[in-house]
């Protein structure tokens, strides 16, 4: 009897369910033969790469014969100045997502656990259950969790720290998180960590730290030295408009570096991404106007929202999470319709909600038309 390979895959593997990425533009528009569609449904810079990056990669093209740095020494000094550290400290990700997985990997297997919160970054669980290793989801705030007390669908820190045990090696927090938006106290995350048993990795995710406005700017990575168990990860992919070049970083005691550098692929960080990366670090007034451009888009989203009669969640990232309060499946196929991709959240148990990536502030104004005519009932 022959058997599928399905079958033949590792136990875990075979359980997984892929993680599902943000539909690109040249997909939308070979399925639907439209054109001048816009993208909103991965949380990348509308403006790019900035000048300092774009310089970096032309000057680049003519090494690209050679391999990469396999040990990135230039990104990895630049970020060493960046966070005060010592080189050791850094390990450098194709993205911050294969660091997560590095993470998984190097620290998981069947006899051990991990915890994340319900709602949070979908990588971590499929990241965890590769490994075979136990997955353990908080439940997050409930929606009828006022602000004052935390966020709706955000990290409950104190359910997290419940689920954890000596048996467990990772927890993942990040702050602030995607899909939600949400983020946690910097004292109360603090504390977390403390709390935490001292085999246990506490794996904090700062992918939109760079996006962060006042009471949600927790800067974890200034920690490092006080807690061995502290990984910190940072990523080139959103502020800093390096999405496709795929590049990130995590920030670590140099043990904890040491040993997911043994399951680094020896390139795992392309020379584009490295020479760009490192430019982009310095590119002051890229980050600036990323910044800027997201608070004003953020302002115009938000007021376009108000008159649409949904919900939204306060975020302090570049998308935001709206609940339509109708099969948010439907709402996406009428936007997908008008050429406008967002991110329907249903794999993550939001069966309602969209996330929408500010964009500029033509991609804005033309999302919230086409959100405001698939929300309106067609006449009879
Ligand atoms: N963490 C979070 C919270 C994210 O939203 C993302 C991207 N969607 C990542 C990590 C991974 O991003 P990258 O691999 O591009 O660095």
């Known amino acids: 009897m022959t058997r599928s390979f399905l079958d033949l895959a590792a136990g875990p593997v075979k359980q997984l369910a892929p993680y599902v990425p943000g539909k ?20 990348e810079n509308p403006l790019g790469p900035g000048a300092k ?14 391999y990469p740095d396999g040990n990135g020494f230039e990104l990895k000094q630049a970020l060493a100045r960046r966070h005060g550290c010592t080189m050791d400290r850094i390990t450098l990700g194709n993205g911050s997502n294969d660091l997560l997985v590095l993470l998984a990997e190097a620290f998981l297997t069947p006899e051990v656990e ?27 705030y409930p929606e009828s969790h006022a602000m004052a007390h ?77 807690f061995p168990n502290l990984v910190v990860t940072r990523t080139f992919s959103k502020a800093y408009g390096l999405a496709g070049l795929r590049v990130g970083y995590a920030l670590s005691s140099a043990e904890v570096a040491n040993v997911l550098n043994r399951v680094r692929q020896p390139f795992n960080v392309n020379s584009l991404a490295l020479v760009a990366a490192t430019a982009a ?19 115009q989203v938000l007021a376009g929202l108000k008159e649409l009669n949904v919900r939204v969640y306060p975020s302090a990232c570049n998308f935001v999470l709206v609940d339509c309060k109708r099969p948010a499946v439907e ?50």
């Open 331 to 380: 709402i996406n196929e009428a936007l997908l319709r008008q050429g406008v991709i967002v991110r329907p959240v249903h794999g993550y148990g939001l069966a309602t909600h969209l996330r929408i990536t500010i964009g500029t502030e033509q991609e804005n104004a033309r999302m919230l038309s086409a959100l405001k005519h698939a929300l309106t009932p067609l006449a009879p």
């Open 281 to 299: 670090l310095d590119d002051h007034e890229h980050l600036q106007k990323t910044a800027q451009l997201n608070a004003k888009g953020m302002k």
């Open 150 to 226: 935390g966020m709706s669908l955000g990290h409950d820190l104190d359910a997290m720290r419940k689920l954890v045990n000596d048996n467990t090696r990772l927890v993942f927090v990040a702050n602030p998180n995607n899909p939600t938006g949400t983020w946690v106290d910097t004292d109360a995350l603090k504390q977390f960590i403390a709390s935490l048993p001292s085999t246990t990795l506490a794996v904090v995710d700062e992918a939109y730290i760079e996006y962060a406005v006042n009471g949600s700017n927790t800067d974890a990575s200034k920690w490092i030295d006080e």
């Open 53 to 66: 990056a774009r310089a970096a990669i032309a000057n680049a093209i003519n090494d690209l014969g050679l």
């Open 24 to 43: 690109p533009l040249s997909e939308l528009e070979r399925e639907y033969g439209i054109r001048d569609s816009i993208k909103l449904a991965s949380n």
């Open 114 to 140: 991990a915890v994340y919160s319900q709602y949070c970054f979908a990588i971590y669980p499929i990241a965890v259950q590769a490994t075979g290793a136990t997955g353990r989801a908080a439940p997050a």
